[in-house]
């Protein structure tokens, strides 16, 4: 899974055409080298979309070298000629939210405008990336240099941040901000999100992804699309079948082919022993040193520790991982259908269905396949396809359907711990109260977040405007006090609103700091982002729940109708 994601890659290439020629052409992936046809020409891209800002009616590259003319700057070889930013989004979006390269373009502009005014920009959006994954992901290029003063901005900590003919400075305050922009975009447009400012899952860094390309690129040529390995073991030379070495057609870094074989070993193990067991098997060792998780393997002369591989292999992160499988037990995917209605149970939903499940086993061929990945669908009414004139394959289809959302709705049971109707329907009310709950603080927090921004910006304003205001305040001649408010009547207008503002939410001097209100919008942007994947979980907790809970009723349903019309029948 690839969540919307923001990286950075400064330039010192002078040549300003080239960021446009390689967003616009097609570029050998692993190389970077621009591919050509048999005539030498270089081969445009299929698709893309393109816009330029503060560019006037020349292209980027031109009235990027203008500006820097106009300004003398960028004329060392070491100076930082343009910022490349690279927004991806999740490769699910498409399908699941409608996401087109025409409206990841118009957000990307949106997004160009507001965090990087005063710059000229070219932002390109694509409509798959290198993997072929199909993650639409939009460039922004700006010149490094500003050519407009602009507004100061809360994580800008110098004057020079604001003034034009300086330079943009990719501060780690900057990209923070930068982050927490990129996920409440996503989140205002109902995209998928993860929290950017908390941590990486993954932690893969620029070195580690380009390694990986390269070594592809040298494994491609070498085994020119040598057989993949067993679904049975992680991917990657660290694992052996027969005491030989695995092949696989996709490269690994030496922490990729740690992290398979740390989750190859965590989705069985229940314990500290049995992970260590099965790590074992696979070649790496793991050691515990002042809190922290190192993994070894054997290939390798020193230990790669938990955090650089990412926050899914911290040790409190992998403890919890194995208290978790603890408590399924090694019996949690068993499908208990052995139980038959008698009087006293008929009047239990779930102990019809089991006693439904068996007999319909017994009677048909159909092969059931515990698979916890597999989402749970609703029974089909057959009597309903029946009548709409549905013929004899779709009725066996709908069977063979109804027995596997059955065995998978007790599977669920089972799994989850859930051993009597009352039980599920607490589950499932619960579950529907958690989602409703998250649902409000998110809401909260989204209001506190517009609140904390208003407050903000309006300091921002009191504070560039004061002088103008207190100067044009301090005027005793009428004359010329006129004059001044005719040459300074922005700034008196917006420093007038904005301690009217202040006034009237009570806050007093000295002011509260940008910067820390700042700080305080990116936690609460990361906070909302926990929420929603929370809330995400608690959906998706609760369909499951209200499926199970559907298929059981439906099947209960139909068991006692049958069995009210046999008694008729009998009489």
Same mark, same amino acid.
């Given at each position: 899974?690839?969540?919307?994601?923001?990286?950075?890659?400064?330039?010192?290439?002078?040549?300003?055409?080239?960021?446009?020629?390689?967003?616009?052409?097609?570029?050998?992936?692993?190389?970077?080298?621009?591919?050509?046809?048999?005539?030498?020409?270089?081969?445009?891209?299929?698709?893309?979309?393109?816009?330029?800002?503060?560019?006037?009616?020349?292209?980027?590259?031109?009235?990027?070298?203008?500006?820097?003319?106009?300004?003398?700057?960028?004329?060392?070889?070491?100076?930082?000629?343009?910022?490349?930013?690279?927004?991806?989004?999740?490769?699910?979006?498409?399908?699941?939210?409608?996401?087109?390269?025409?409206?990841?373009?118009?957000?990307?502009?949106?997004?160009?405008?507001?965090?990087?005014?005063?710059?000229?920009?070219?932002?390109?959006?694509?409509?798959?990336?290198?993997?072929?994954?199909?993650?639409?992901?939009?460039?922004?290029?700006?010149?490094?240099?500003?050519?407009?003063?602009?507004?100061?901005?809360?994580?800008?900590?110098?004057?020079?941040?604001?003034?034009?003919?300086?330079?943009?400075?990719?501060?780690?305050?900057?990209?923070?901000?930068?982050?927490?922009?990129?996920?409440?975009?996503?989140?205002?447009?109902?995209?998928?999100?993860?929290?950017?400012?908390?941590?990486?899952?993954?932690?893969?860094?620029?070195?580690?992804?380009?390694?990986?390309?390269?070594?592809?690129?040298?494994?491609?040529?070498?085994?020119?699309?040598?057989?993949?390995?067993?679904?049975?073991?992680?991917?990657?030379?660290?694992?052996?079948?027969?005491?030989?070495?695995?092949?696989?057609?996709?490269?690994?870094?030496?922490?990729?082919?740690?992290?398979?074989?740390?989750?190859?070993?965590?989705?069985?193990?229940?314990?500290?022993?049995?992970?260590?067991?099965?790590?074992?098997?696979?070649?790496?060792?793991?050691?515990?040193?002042?809190?922290?998780?190192?993994?070894?393997?054997?290939?390798?002369?020193?230990?790669?520790?938990?955090?650089?591989?990412?926050?899914?292999?911290?040790?409190?992160?992998?403890?919890?991982?194995?208290?978790?499988?603890?408590?399924?037990?090694?019996?949690?995917?068993?499908?208990?259908?052995?139980?038959?209605?008698?009087?006293?149970?008929?009047?239990?939903?779930?102990?019809?269905?089991?006693?439904?499940?068996?007999?319909? =086993?017994? *009677?048909?061929?159909?092969? %059931?396949?515990?698979?916890?990945?597999? !989402?749970? $669908?609703?029974?089909?009414? #057959?009597? &309903?396809?029946?009548?709409?004139?549905?013929?004899?394959?779709?009725?066996?289809?709908?069977?063979?359907?109804?027995?596997?959302?059955?065995?998978?709705?007790?599977?669920?049971?089972?799994?989850?711990?859930?051993?009597?109707?009352?039980?599920?329907?607490?589950?499932?009310?619960?579950?529907?109260?958690?989602?409703?709950? =998250?649902? *409000?603080?998110?809401?909260? %927090?989204?209001?506190?977040?517009?609140? !904390?921004? $208003?407050?903000?910006?309006? #300091?921002? &304003?009191?504070?560039?405007?004061?002088?103008?205001?207190?100067?044009?305040?301090?005027?005793?001649?009428?004359?010329?006090?006129?004059?001044?408010?005719?040459?300074?009547?922005?700034?008196?207008?917006?420093?007038?609103?904005?301690?009217?503002?202040?006034?009237?939410?009570?806050?007093?001097?000295?002011?509260?700091?940008?910067?820390?209100?700042?700080?305080?919008?990116?936690?609460?942007?990361?906070?909302?982002?926990?929420?929603?994947?929370?809330?995400?979980?608690?959906?998706?907790?609760?369909?499951?729940?209200?499926?199970?809970?559907?298929?059981?009723?439906?099947?209960?349903?139909?068991?006692?109708?049958?069995?009210?019309?046999?008694?008729?029948?009998?009489?």
């Amino acid at each position: 899974m690839q969540l919307a994601t923001i990286k950075h890659v400064s330039s010192k290439n002078a040549n300003y055409g080239d960021a446009e020629s390689y967003l616009t052409f097609e570029h050998d992936e692993f190389s970077g080298k621009a591919l050509r046809d048999k005539n030498g020409h270089l081969i445009p891209r299929e698709e893309y979309r393109m816009d330029t800002l503060l560019c006037g009616e020349d292209d980027f590259a031109i009235a990027c070298m203008r500006a820097n003319l106009h300004f003398g700057k960028n004329n060392l070889r070491g100076d930082v000629k343009s910022h490349h930013y690279i927004i991806s989004y999740d490769p699910r979006d498409a399908e699941d939210h409608g996401l087109t390269v025409d409206r990841a373009q118009e957000l990307g502009v949106e997004f160009c405008r507001k965090n990087f005014p005063g710059h000229q920009a070219m932002i390109v959006t694509h409509p798959d990336g290198h993997n072929h994954s199909g993650n639409i992901h939009t460039h922004i290029v700006i010149n490094s240099l500003r050519i407009e003063d602009v507004p100061r901005m809360a994580y800008m900590d110098k004057a020079c941040d604001t003034k034009a003919g300086m330079k943009h400075r990719c501060t780690s305050a900057c990209l923070r901000h930068l982050r927490a922009e990129v996920m409440e975009m996503c989140q205002e447009n109902g995209l998928y999100q993860i929290d950017l400012l908390g941590g990486s899952k993954d932690r893969v860094t620029n070195k580690e992804y380009l390694a990986q390309r390269r070594g592809q690129q040298k494994l491609d040529e070498k085994t020119n699309g040598a057989e993949s390995i067993s679904d049975d073991k992680p991917s990657g030379s660290i694992v052996s079948v027969d005491d030989k070495p695995a092949k696989t057609s996709k490269y690994e870094t030496d922490k990729e082919k740690l992290r398979r074989a740390i989750r190859f070993a965590l989705d069985r193990a229940d314990s500290m022993e049995s992970l260590t067991k099965l790590l074992l098997e696979q070649g790496v060792s793991v050691k515990e040193s002042r809190g922290r998780f190192s993994y070894l393997s054997a290939d390798r002369p020193r230990p790669i520790t938990d955090r650089m591989l990412g926050d899914d292999f911290l040790r409190q992160a992998v403890l919890d991982q194995l208290a978790k499988n603890a408590r399924l037990g090694s019996d949690a995917e068993r499908i208990v259908i052995d139980q038959t209605v008698t009087e006293q149970n008929s009047n239990d939903p779930i102990a019809v269905t089991k006693t439904v499940l068996n007999m319909l =086993l017994k *009677q048909t061929s159909v092969v %059931i396949k515990p698979d916890r990945e597999k !989402k749970l $669908e609703r029974v089909v009414d #057959i009597d &309903k396809i029946i009548e709409n004139g549905k013929g004899e394959g779709y009725r066996q289809w709908a069977m063979e359907h109804n027995i596997k959302q059955m065995a998978g709705s007790m599977s669920y049971l089972s799994r989850h711990g859930i051993n009597n109707y009352d039980e599920l329907k607490n589950r499932l009310n619960a579950a529907l109260d958690k989602k409703d709950n =998250l649902l *409000q603080q998110m809401k909260s %927090i989204e209001g506190q977040i517009r609140e !904390k921004k $208003e407050l903000r910006d309006q #300091i921002l &304003k009191y504070g560039k405007n004061k002088d103008v205001y207190t100067q044009w305040r301090g005027m005793k001649d009428g004359k010329k006090k006129d004059a001044f408010y005719q040459e300074h009547c922005a700034e008196i207008i917006l420093t007038e609103a904005a301690e009217k503002y202040l006034r009237a939410h009570g806050i007093k001097s000295p002011l509260p700091s940008p910067k820390k209100i700042q700080a305080e919008i990116e936690d609460l942007i990361s906070r909302k982002a926990i929420l929603t994947q929370e809330y995400q979980e608690a959906k998706k907790t609760a369909d499951e729940l209200g499926t199970v809970k559907h298929n059981i009723n439906e099947v209960s349903q139909k068991f006692q109708q049958q069995k009210r019309i046999d008694r008729e029948f009998a009489r």
